[in-house]
């Protein structure tokens, strides 16, 4: 009788085996069942970030175009700031804050010396890519935003997530963007309200999507919406564009991923590769 074994002399071919080799055969076995549900609200993250470019785009056109004043908007952002800032730990009772040991002073530390350097450096910043053509500059922002919004930690534990380099290309982006506004404190405030919505307020979103599902659900929306909105004063076919792509990808896209599922026919057997599940450290000592 044929037996599975290598350690013995059988008089069968090295490849042979018996009808018994199939009885072992499982399918799907590390298959996922999603909902649809759910898989929409994790779409979320990529349609919070999508608007996130998107309203920092248009933040900077209403600069460049001079309707938007940077007084104007570092006033609304240093509210938003407060306002995101005590939503941070009215959401778990300041448990994280305990949890972490930071406190309100080395907040407020750490934002003092944030906007007294780059306050310091604007100019520097005003006039960093002069030598370079205002089309390479658009160019070169289109690439990096679009490399952010690649390489950002949407929650998948997937080798390309990197969270530093995803906040590294968008802050590059803001920079050479600033380089083409009128004067030194166009540039520190566009920098500033980068940090804001690439930094802090993906931060935000973790903590409402961990906490309070329901208002993280709301602010997606509300957030969207008003992408939209401002997108539309600028380009109404853009904004069809840009709601049609936010549909997709909330909608759409979840409606494929599941109808996927069940076409998925991988197969699993006594062919696999052996896996080791037994701790060796004890042999390396």
Known sequence: RWQKVL?????????????????????NVHARQYRYQAVVFQSGAVVQQLCSVCVFVLTWWYMDAGVLSPQGLFGAALVSSLLGYVLFDAVDGGAGRWASGRTRWADLKSTLVFAAFT???????????????????YAMSALMLLGHLIFFDYGANAAIVSSTLSLNMAIFASVCLASRLPRSLHAFVMVTFAMQIFALWPVLQKKLKARTPRCYVGVTVLFALAALAGLATVSSVGAVLFASLLLAISCLCPYCLIRLQLLKDNIHGPWDEAEIKEDLSRFLM
Do not use: A, H
């Not at 350690?7 to 399918?27: H, S, T």
């Not at 310091?120 to 390479?136: A, M, N, W």
């Open 7 to 27: 350690y013995e002399r059988q008089p069968f071919p090295d490849n042979y085996v018996d009808q018994r080799f199939l009885e072992e055969l499982r399918k």
């Open 119 to 137: 306050y310091g450096f604007s100019p520097v910043l005003k006039t960093l890519t002069e030598s370079i053509s205002t089309d390479t500059i």
